[in-house]
């Protein structure tokens, strides 16, 4: 249990070589061992290691923001919630996320399954390149996690203890409270925008409803512990192949709404929609509409898996079925009313996650390689007027449907 030091391409094989599972799963002979550092995330140092056997992943926290450096300090602990989110989800939905080898809590390392031929979803969305079964996978997930990880499925007891556990993790939701729901309404330290975004910044900042509204959502952000959420769940957490998806990366696990994930990857998928022009050819129309039959097909896909677990697993002190069906009554009106709460929430988290990664610290590269500044002004404007009519509009808007036809008409804009 010596003290924690960072791992380096240079050390890890005298450091790890005698740890059974990379014996197991690279091979017993350390000497052929290869290791690479592939982290190109804003936090962790994440390594390769090959050999005989096969390739492991190991993921390391530093004590330190990795995109800011060593003057944003940052809670090794992480790692350890990052381990427990991984068993939960594992538990929740069999096969969604990398299997766990190995888990240091000194070290804040983690050892896991090496996912080949997969690829971050993000350079998949860039490259205009499809994946099958991408909705029916990231919707079932957004369902499962939601609904096993509350009191509509987790003995009381059970969850209390959970809620209690997580919320040891605190420095890794302050960022998400301070760098998604409060800097893009304000002139903070950290933010930058692409030239030619101020006028409709100011916009933005200088509505009132708009910023109720946001700070709405963040009360129930940091108070409500409906259920274990993914906490970062952007396509930068999601790996896939042509045909296979998994989501990685549950750093940014809290006990938080049930519309959190679902809300934040869609505004990922909004994301890569708006910035399309800037990276495809010919195919561009057919593509954006793609990625809106993804974002539609995995709202039904959610719905449907929600539904039927609502109806198969609700073994939890929330709506028991005793209070329906011993008087020959349906509980499918109760669960249309949880399914609404969960689409207001996610339309507002959706619309926030779009102005914070053109606002704050943390973009992404969907539109960060638009090498064209002018261009990437107005696809990200477009972007940034879509996220404000979704908070405005999260209470009412019909369904998902609904959000793509609003995408046509900003992406026309
Ligand atoms: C300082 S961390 C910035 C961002 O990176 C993570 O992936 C989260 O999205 C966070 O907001
Ligand atoms: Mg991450």
Redesign the pocket.
């Known amino acids: 249990n010596t003290a924690y030091e960072a791992l380096s391409v240079d050390t890890l094989t005298q450091r790890l070589k005698d740890v059974p599972a990379l014996i197991e799963h690279v091979g017993s002979d350390a000497s052929e061992w290869h290791v690479q550092e592939v982290g190109d995330?804003?936090?962790n140092l994440v390594f390769i290691v090959s050999g005989s056997v096969g390739k492991i992943i190991v993921k390391q926290a530093l004590p330190y923001?990795r995109?800011?450096g060593d003057s944003w300090p940052l809670p090794l602990y992480r790692a350890f919630y990052e381990y427990h989110a991984l068993t939960r989800q594992a538990a929740r939905d069999p096969g969604a996320v990398p299997e766990v080898y190995h888990f240091n809590e000194t070290q804040a390392l983690i050892v896991m399954e090496f996912l080949a031929p997969h690829v971050i979803l993000r350079r998949k969305l860039i490259a205009g390149e499809k994946v099958a079964g991408l909705a029916d996978f990231l919707g079932q997930f957004c369902a499962r996690t939601a609904f096993r990880g509350s009191e509509l499925s987790m003995p009381s007891p059970d969850k209390k203890a959970d809620v209690a556990l997580f919320a040891g993790n605190v420095e890794i939701p302050a960022?998400?409270e301070a760098?998604?729901f409060t800097d893009p309404y304000f002139d903070a330290e950290m933010n930058n925008h692409t030239e030619g975004l101020a006028p409709v910044i100011a916009q933005l900042r200088g509505d009132a409803a708009l910023k109720i509204k946001v700070q709405q959502m963040l009360q129930r952000f940091v108070s409500n512990t409906e259920t274990m959420v993914h906490g970062?769940l952007?396509s930068g957490s999601i790996m896939s192949t042509d045909s296979d998806s998994r989501v990685i990366d549950p750093e940014?696990v809290q006990y938080g709404p049930m519309g959190f994930d679902i809300g934040m990857l869609c505004a990922n998928f909004l994301m890569a929609y708006f910035s399309q022009p800037a990276h495809r050819g010919a195919d561009l129309s057919e593509y954006q509409e793609w990625i809106l039959e993804v974002i539609a097909d995995t709202a039904r896909s959610f719905e449907a898996e929600f539904r039927h677990l609502w109806a198969t697993e609700r073994t939890g002190i929330l709506y028991p079925a005793s209070l329906f069906e011993d008087q020959g009554q349906d509980s499918a009106a109760a669960c249309d009313a949880v399914l609404a709460g969960i689409w207001r929430d996610a339309w507002a988290v959706c619309g926030i996650e779009m102005h914070r990664r053109c606002l704050s610290?943390?973009h992404n590269a969907d539109f960060e390689e638009i090498a064209d500044v002018a261009m990437r002004a107005r696809l990200e404007a477009r972007n940034l007027s879509m996220g404000a009519e979704l908070i405005h509009m999260a209470d009412t808007i019909a369904d998902a449907q609904a959000v793509c036809a609003l995408a046509r008409n900003f992406n026309r804009k």
């Open positions: 995330g804003n936090l923001v995109l800011v960022i998400t760098l998604v970062d952007h940014f610290l943390a």
